[in-house]
C-alpha cells in the first residue's frame, strides 16, 4: 500500500493545476505521456492499471503497442481516446491535455482527434447501417454538412478499396470487410491519431493483412499517427517502432530501420531497447534477468560510455554481460560511482533502480 | 434497394436500432398499456359513477326529481289580479330559467291555477257522506297530452248566464272534465251540473257542467300525482281522534284555458292557488355535475328563485305587488339522493385513491421498461457516445425513437380506452390530459434514462471506479431515509385526518408510499436472513444450496426498480383486495345483525307465533334448524332490569329459549357459542328458586344470584354463564332465560320471533305460510338485506372499481416482474453458461439459475406482506367504509387469504419464467455463449 501511496504522490505533482511541473512535450510529439497513473477498483479488487507511464510518439508514426493482458495497453488506449480519464500524470495528444479538458472539450476531441477502432466489429459498427452510413454516423454527430456526409464515406471506402460495399448492411460484409469498414469510421472526421485496440484480433491472417493494409494506407496516405495494440507479430514486426508494456510501463522498444551494407543491399535492422522513464527507472528484459539470476540487488557501475550491472554475487569470477562497454565483464572496484540496486519488491523482472 | 425497402429500412432502424423488435414492441406496448390506463381509468370511473347515479335516480319518484314553486293570491272583487294562461305559461319558463343550468326535462313542465274547494250543492245522494262533496276548479296546461279523452268532449267553452228573475248575480257555466274515478265517486256524467255558491256575497255562483271524462294517461306523473284530488276523490284525514272532522269527498274537475280567467273572477276575493312544476332531467345529470346541481338547486329554493317568480307575477297577473301572499319554491331532490351522495362521497374517495395509485405504479412500470430499454440500447448507444455523441444527442435519437413507437402506441392505447369505456357527458378532460400525459411519459422516460445512463462516456461507470478520485455516496441512503420519512408521516396524517376528506396528492399517494419504503426496507433487510442460511449450508454436502444462496445473498437489488414497481403494484392489488373482502365481510356480517338468521319472523304487536307456522316453516325445504324466541329490547316500553345480588339494576334485553332448538340455530350462525347445558332444568323448579340465565359480560358475576325484572314483576335469577350477542338479539347486553321458567314471569307472553337457518330457503313459502298462520308478520331475509346493501348503486360501483384496479394492479405486478426477470436475464445466461461449462448437471444449474431471482421475489413478497400490513392497520380505520355496510364503527380492513393470492400467483408465475428459461439456456452452445460473453 505504501508502493501505492507513492505512485499516487509522484502523480499527483503532475496533476492538472500543478503546471509549474507540467512537462511540456517535445515539439512534433503527437502523443505524449508523462507518469501516467490509472488506478482503480473492480468489485473491491484494486487494480493498478498504468504505473507512470511515460510515452513519447511523433506525428505520422505508426507504432505498435505490445504486451502482455492486464498490462495497461488497452487502459492507455483508453485515456488516449478520452473514454477513460487517468488517475494522476500527463497526456496530451494533439495539443490536447487529456487531464485538462473539460466535457464539452473531451466531445469536441473524441469527435476530431482521435479514431478509435476495437477488437469486436460488434463494437465497431451499427448492424443496422450500410458501411457508408457508419462512416457517416460520427460525422452527423459533429455536425457535418449534408453534403460532406456523402462525399466523405465514398472516399474513404475508395481509399480502403471497399467502393463497392457502400450500400451493404453490417452484416453483408466479411469480417476483414468490417474491420476496414471500421478503420473508415475511425477517420470519418479527419483525425490526427487513429488507435486501435487489436484490431485484428479475430481475423485470420490473410484478412489480418488485409486491416494492417488499410492502416498503413491511412498512415501514408492521410498522414494519421496510427497506435495499434497487437499480439499480433505480423503487425509488429511491420511497423517502424514497437513498444512493449508491462505492469503499467513502456518496458522496451524495438526499432526497425533500413540498413544498406558496403555491397549496396537493404536489409530490415531490429534493434531492442530498454526505455528509461524521466525517474530514471529501467526496467531489465526478462529474459536477461533470468539467465544472470538477477534477484533482489544488483550491483551498478557508472563506466564512461555505460553502466555496468552485475548480480549481487561475492564471486567476482561471474561476469555481467550487460556492461557492453570496454568494462563489460570486469569487476569494478566498489568506489563512488558504483551503487547497489535493489528490485521494487513487487515487481517482478529484475527492476533497477 | 428500392425506395420503399429504402425507407421501411430505414424507419425500422429508427424504431429498433440493434436491439431487435422485441424491445420495440414493448415500448410500444407498453406506451398502449399505460395510456390505455390513463385514459380508460378517469372515464371508467365517471362512468361508473353516472351508473351509480342513474341506478339510485331511477326509482325516485318524478315528484322528487323536480322544482316546483307555489303561489297564492287574491283576485279582487272587480276581477283584477287574474292570471291568464299565456302568463302561466310564461311563468313556467321564468322557473326553468331560474333552475337552469341544471338540466329541465321541458316535456314534463306545466302550469296549474286552481280555486279554493267549494262545497257542491246538488250532490248525488251516494257522494254524501257525513258531509256533502266539494269540488275544486284546476286549470293544468298540457291536459291533452296527460290525459285520454273517454267519453265526451275536452272543455272549451264559458258562459255567463243571465241572473235569474229574482236573483242578485248571475250563474258562472263553466265546461269541465272529471276522471272516471271522480266521475264514479260523484255520480257525474257528461252533461251533469255541479253547482257551487259563491265564494263571497255578491259574486256569481259557478255551476261546473260535466263535458267529458277523462282518463290519465300517464298517472305515475306529477302531473296526476302533485295534487291526488285531480285524478280521484279523496277524505281529508283526519277523521278520528281529537282533530276529527266529519269525512266528506273532496274532488276536482279540470277545466280548459278558455275557462281560466272567468273562473277566477267567479272567485273574486277568494284565494287563487297557482303551481309551477319544473322537472329535473334526469338523464342528463352526472356525478360530476351533481354537487353543481344540488348548489344550485339550494340557491334556487333558498335565494333567487322565489323573488325572480314574484317579481314578474304582478305584471303578468294584473295583481298588485304585495298582494301575493304565499310563495315557495320547493325540491325534494336533495332530500331524496342525499343518501345515495354521502355512500358516493366515501367511495369516490377510494376510488380516486385507488386509481390515482394504479396510475402511479403505471408511471413506475414506463420508467422500468425506460431501464429495460437503456439497458438493451447501452451497446449502440456507448459506440455512438465513444465516436463523439454528447448526451443529448443519445437522448435525442432515443427520443425519436421511443416517439416513434410510443405514439401508434398511445393512440392505438387511446382507441382501446374508448372502445371499452362509455363517453363521460363532459368529455372528460381530465381522461385526456392524464393520456397525454402517459404518452409523453412513454415517450420521454426512455430518452432521460438513456441520456442520463450515458451522461458520461462510460455508462454506468462500468465498474472501474477510479480508486483515487472515488467518494462514498450517501445519496441512496439518504434518498431511502428521505422516502420513509416522507411515507411515514404520510402515513400519520392519513390516519389522523383520514383518506379521502381531502384532496391533497400526498393522502391520495399513501399507499403508494408506503410501499416503497417497504420495499426499500426489505430490499435492506433480506439478505440478513439468507446470511444465515448461507452459513448453515455451507457445511451440507451438495453445492446447489450454497451457490445459490451466496448469490441471493450477495446479490445486490441492481434490479431495484423492478422489485419497487413489483412491490407497489402487488401492494395495491392487496390493498384493493382487502378493502373489498372487508367491506364484503362487514355487509355479510351488517346482514346477520340485522335479520338475526336466514330468515326471521317476527310477530305483530301482542302476537304469539303459532306453533302451525313454526312446523310450516320448518319443513319448508332448505330449512335447517327453527327457532321460536321471545325477545324483549333493553330500551322498549317494558322495563327489563337486572340487578345482580348487591348491585345496582341495569336496563337489560330479554331473550326467551328453547335451548336445545336455539343452541342448534345458533351454530349455523356467526355467533355460535351459545352455551346450552347452562340453561338445563336441574332439581327442584318452585317459584323461589332462582333460574339459571345467561347474561352479558359485566352482569353479575357466574354463579351469583340477581334479579330479573320485566314489567315490574320479579324473578330470582343465577347468572348461570355468558353470552355475547346472538341471533335473537345482536346487539346489547341482554339476559337469556330458559323457556321452560318463562311462565314464571307472567309479564313475558309466548315467543314473538321466529328464527330459521338454512340454504336455500324459499322466500315465497315462508310469505305463504306467514300469510296464513300469522298475518302481520315481519320476513326479514338475510340474503335480501345483504343483496341490498352489495345491490346498493355506490357500492356496487365502488366494488366494481375496487376489482377493476385490482386486476389493473395485478397485470402491472406481472409486467413488473417480466422487466425485472428481462433485466437479469443475461447474467442469468452467464451463469447457467459458467455451471455448464463447469460440469454442473442441468437440474442443479437451473435450481442455481432459480436464486438469481430470488432476491426480486423475495423483496417483493416481504415487502408486499410489510405494506400490506402497514396500510391495514394504519390507514385501514381511516378508510370511510362503514357507508357500505351501514355498520356503526369503522370497518376493520385486515388481511386476507385473498390478499396473498397476487404475491404468490408473481413467485409462482416468476419460477416458472426462470425455469423455462434456464431451459432454453442450456440447450444452447456454451462454448459460443462464453466466447461471446467474454469481455473485449
Redesign the interface.
Same mark, same amino acid.
Given at each position: 500500500m505504501a508502493a501505492l501511496d507513492d505512485l499516487i504522490a509522484a502523480s499527483r505533482k503532475a496533476a492538472p493545476g500543478d503546471q509549474q511541473r507540467r512537462t511540456a512535450p517535445p515539439p512534433g510529439t503527437v502523443i505524449f505521456c508523462d507518469r501516467l497513473v490509472r488506478i482503480f477498483s473492480v468489485s473491491g479488487v484494486e487494480t493498478q492499471a498504468l504505473q507512470g507511464l511515460d510515452l513519447e510518439v511523433t506525428a505520422g508514426e505508426l507504432t505498435a503497442l505490445v504486451g502482455a493482458s492486464g498490462s495497461g495497453k488497452s487502459t492507455l488506449l483508453n485515456i488516449l481516446a478520452a473514454l477513460d480519464q487517468p488517475t494522476g500524470g500527463q497526456a496530451v495528444v494533439a495539443g490536447h491535455d487529456l487531464l485538462a479538458l473539460g466535457a464539452a472539450e473531451r466531445l469536441a476531441y473524441r469527435r476530431a482527434t482521435v479514431g478509435f477502432i476495437w477488437q469486436q466489429t460488434s463494437r465497431n459498427l451499427l448492424s443496422h447501417y450500410t458501411a457508408a452510413e457508419n462512416i457517416a454516423l460520427p460525422m452527423k454527430l459533429a455536425g457535418a454538412s449534408r453534403a460532406d456526409r456523402r462525399r466523405r464515406p465514398a472516399e474513404l471506402l475508395e481509399l480502403l478499396d471497399l467502393g463497392d460495399c457502400a450500400g451493404r448492411l453490417t452484416g453483408e460484409l466479411s469480417g476483414g470487410q468490417q474491420q476496414r469498414v471500421a478503420v473508415g469510421v475511425a477517420l470519418a472526421n479527419q483525425p490526427t491519431v487513429l488507435l486501435a485496440d487489436e484490431p485484428t484480433g479475430e481475423l485470420d491472417s490473410d484478412t489480418a493483412a488485409g486491416v494492417f493494409a488499410a492502416l498503413r494506407t491511412a498512415n501514408a496516405e492521410l498522414g494519421v499517427t496510427v497506435l495499434i495494440v497487437t499480439h499480433d507479430d505480423m503487425v509488429s514486426e511491420h511497423v517502424r517502432r514497437t513498444i512493449a508494456i508491462r505492469d503499467g510501463r513502456i518496458s522496451t522498444e524495438v526499432l526497425r530501420r533500413t540498413q544498406t551494407d558496403e555491397h549496396g543491399q537493404e536489409a530490415e535492422v531490429a534493434q531492442e531497447y530498454s526505455v528509461l522513464d524521466r525517474a530514471g527507472r529501467l526496467q531489465l528484459p526478462g529474459e536477461f534477468v533470468s539467465t544472470l539470476g538477477l534477484r533482489d540487488r544488483v550491483r551498478l557501475a557508472l563506466e564512461p560510455d555505460h553502466v555496468g550491472v552485475w548480480p549481487d554475487q561475492p564471486d567476482p569470477a561471474v561476469p555481467g554481460p550487460l556492461g557492453s562497454g570496454p568494462g563489460a565483464g570486469t569487476p569494478v572496484a566498489p568506489g563512488p560511482a558504483q551503487r547497489h540496486s535493489e528490485p521494487g519488491s513487487g515487481a517482478p523482472g529484475g527492476q533497477s533502480r | 434497394?428500392s425506395r420503399a425497402g429504402q425507407r421501411w429500412?430505414q424507419a425500422?432502424?429508427i424504431m $429498433?436500432?440493434?436491439a431487435g423488435p422485441g424491445l420495440a414492441w414493448t415500448l410500444a406496448a407498453v406506451a398502449m398499456l399505460s395510456v390505455l390506463i390513463a385514459v380508460a381509468a378517469p372515464r371508467e370511473l365517471a362512468a361508473v359513477q353516472n351508473s351509480a347515479l342513474r341506478r339510485a335516480l331511477a326509482p325516485l319518484p318524478a315528484l322528487e326529481v323536480s322544482v316546483t314553486a307555489q303561489a297564492s293570491w287574491q283576485v279582487t272583487k272587480d276581477g283584477s289580479g287574474v292570471l291568464l294562461p299565456d302568463g302561466a305559461q310564461q311563468l313556467t319558463g321564468v322557473l326553468a330559467g331560474q333552475v337552469r343550468p341544471v338540466p329541465v326535462a321541458p316535456a314534463g313542465q306545466w302550469a296549474s291555477v286552481f280555486t279554493t274547494t267549494l262545497p257542491i250543492q246538488n250532490p248525488t245522494p251516494g257522494a254524501v257522506l257525513s258531509n256533502p262533496p266539494t269540488l275544486e276548479v284546476v286549470y293544468r296546461s298540457n291536459l291533452a297530452s296527460y290525459a285520454r279523452l273517454v267519453t265526451g268532449k275536452l272543455p272549451g267553452a264559458v258562459r255567463q248566464l243571465a241572473p235569474r228573475p229574482g236573483a242578485r248575480h248571475g250563474i258562472l257555466l263553466v265546461d269541465a272534465a272529471v276522471t272516471p274515478l271522480t266521475a264514479r265517486r260523484l255520480g257525474l256524467h257528461v252533461g251533469s251540473l255541479a253547482k257551487m255558491n259563491s265564494y263571497l256575497p255578491g259574486h256569481s255562483k259557478v255551476w261546473v257542467r260535466v263535458t267529458g271524462i277523462v282518463a290519465p294517461r300517464r298517472p305515475d306523473t306529477p302531473f296526476w300525482q302533485t295534487d291526488p284530488t285531480v285524478a280521484a276523490p279523496i277524505i281529508p284525514l283526519p277523521t278520528t281522534g281529537p282533530d276529527a272532522a266529519p269525512p266528506f269527498w273532496q274532488s276536482a274537475a279540470l277545466v280548459g284555458p278558455a275557462e281560466m280567467a272567468q273562473v277566477q273572477a267567479a272567485y273574486g276575493g277568494s284565494i287563487i292557488h297557482g303551481e309551477w312544476f319544473t322537472p329535473l332531467e334526469r338523464g342528463a345529470m352526472n356525478q360530476a355535475t351533481l354537487p353543481g346541481v344540488l348548489a344550485h338547486l339550494s340557491g334556487v329554493v333558498t335565494g333567487n328563485g322565489g323573488p325572480a317568480l314574484l317579481q314578474p307575477l304582478p305584471a303578468i297577473s294584473g295583481v298588485p305587488q304585495g298582494e301575493t301572499t304565499i310563495l315557495t319554491v320547493s325540491t325534494g331532490f336533495p332530500a331524496a339522493i342525499s343518501g345515495f351522495e354521502a355512500q358516493q362521497r366515501a367511495a369516490a374517495a377510494l376510488e380516486t385513491l385507488l386509481i390515482a395509485d394504479v396510475l402511479l405504479a403505471a408511471l413506475l412500470v414506463v420508467v422500468t421498461c425506460a431501464r429495460l430499454a437503456a439497458s438493451a440500447y447501452r451497446?449502440?448507444l456507448t @459506440?455512438?457516445r465513444?465516436?463523439?455523441?454528447?448526451a443529448r444527442?443519445v437522448a435525442g435519437r432515443v427520443l425519436a425513437r421511443s416517439a416513434c413507437l410510443a405514439v401508434p402506441g398511445a393512440v392505438a392505447g387511446a382507441a382501446v380506452a374508448v372502445a371499452l369505456t362509455p363517453a363521460p357527458p363532459d368529455g372528460s378532460p381530465a381522461a385526456w390530459l392524464l393520456g397525454g400525459l402517459a404518452a409523453v411519459a412513454a415517450a420521454g422516460i426512455p430518452a432521460l434514462a438513456a441520456g442520463w445512463a450515458h451522461r458520461s462516456?462510460?455508462p454506468g461507470g462500468d465498474?472501474?471506479?477510479? @480508486?483515487? $478520485?472515488?467518494r462514498p455516496s450517501w445519496r441512496r441512503l439518504v434518498a431511502e431515509l428521505t422516502l420513509l420519512i416522507i411515507a411515514g408521516a404520510t402515513l400519520a396524517a392519513g390516519r389522523l385526518r383520514g383518506i379521502g376528506s381531502g384532496t391533497d396528492a400526498l393522502s391520495q399517494a399513501a399507499p403508494v408510499l408506503a410501499a416503497a419504503a417497504a420495499a426499500l426496507i426489505a430490499a435492506r433487510l433480506y439478505p440478513v436472513p439468507v446470511r444465515g442460511l448461507l452459513r448453515l449450508a455451507a457445511g451440507r454436502p451438495g453445492p446447489v444450496g450454497f451457490l445459490a444462496l451466496a448469490r441471493a445473498a450477495r446479490a445486490r437489488i441492481g434490479a431495484l426498480l423492478p422489485a419497487l414497481t413489483l412491490v407497489i403494484s402487488l401492494t395495491l392489488a392487496a390493498f384493493g383486495v382487502m378493502i373489498v373482502s372487508s367491506v364484503t365481510d362487514s355487509q355479510a356480517a351488517a346482514a346477520w345483525r340485522q335479520a338475526g338468521a336466514d330468515v326471521a319472523v317476527q310477530a305483530p304487536l301482542n302476537t304469539v307465533v303459532p306453533a302451525k307456522l313454526v312446523r310450516a316453516v320448518a319443513a319448508e325445504p332448505g330449512v335447517r334448524h327453527v327457532a321460536a324466541v321471545y325477545e324483549l329490547p333493553g330500551h322498549g316500553k317494558v322495563g327489563s332490569t337486572l340487578q345482580p345480588g348487591g348491585g345496582t339494576a341495569r336496563p337489560v334485553g330479554v331473550v326467551v329459549v328453547s335451548a336445545a332448538s336455539y343452541a342448534a340455530l345458533a351454530r349455523d350462525t356467526p355467533w355460535p357459542d351459545f352455551a346450552a347445558a347452562p340453561l338445563a332444568r336441574a332439581g327442584s323448579t318452585s317459584t323461589g328458586t332462582a333460574v339459571p340465565v345467561l347474561a352479558s359480560p359485566g352482569l353479575g358475576a357466574v354463579g351469583g344470584p340477581a334479579t330479573l325484572t320485566v314489567g315490574g314483576n320479579q324473578l330470582p335469577v343465577r347468572v348461570a354463564g355468558r353470552t355475547g350477542p346472538t341471533a335473537a338479539m345482536t346487539a346489547g347486553t341482554l339476559v337469556v332465560l330458559p323457556a321452560w321458567a318463562a311462565a314464571r314471569l307472567s309479564t313475558l307472553s309466548g315467543p314473538n320471533l321466529l328464527l330459521a337457518t338454512g340454504s336455500g330457503i324459499s322466500l315465497p313459502a315462508v310469505r305463504a305460510a306467514v300469510r296464513h298462520a300469522m298475518p302481520g308478520g315481519l320476513i326479514r331475509s338475510r340474503a335480501q338485506i345483504l343483496a341490498g346493501l352489495r345491490g346498493a348503486p355506490a357500492p356496487r360501483a365502488a366494488a366494481q372499481l375496487y376489482w377493476l384496479s385490482t386486476g389493473v394492479a395485478a397485470l402491472l405486478s406481472v409486467i413488473a416482474l417480466l422487466f425485472g426477470l428481462a433485466l437479469t436475464r443475461r447474467s442469468r445466461g452467464q451463469l447457467i453458461d459458467q455451471l455448464t461449462a463447469l460440469g454442473i448437471g442441468s437440474r442443479q444449474a437451473r435450481a442455481v439459475a432459480v436464486s438469481e431471482v430470488l432476491p426480486l421475489l423475495a423483496v417483493a413478497v416481504l415487502g408486499t406482506a410489510v405494506a400490506g400490513l402497514v396500510l391495514a392497520a394504519v390507514l385501514g380505520p381511516a378508510l370511510n367504509l362503514a357507508v357500505f355496510t351501514g355498520a356503526a364503527g369503522p370497518v376493520r380492513v385486515g388481511p386476507s387469504l385473498a390478499a396473498a393470492l397476487p404475491a404468490a400467483g408473481i413467485v409462482v408465475l416468476g419460477l416458472a419464467v426462470v425455469s423455462v428459461q434456464s431451459t432454453a439456456f442450456l440447450r444452447r452452445n456454451v462454448a459460443a455463449m462464453l466466447r461471446q460473453d467474454a469481455p473485449?
Open positions: - | 434497394m429500412r425500422r432502424r $429498433t436500432g440493434e451497446p449502440e @459506440l455512438i465513444a465516436r463523439g455523441g454528447s444527442q462516456i462510460r465498474g472501474r471506479a477510479d @480508486l483515487v $478520485t472515488a473485449g
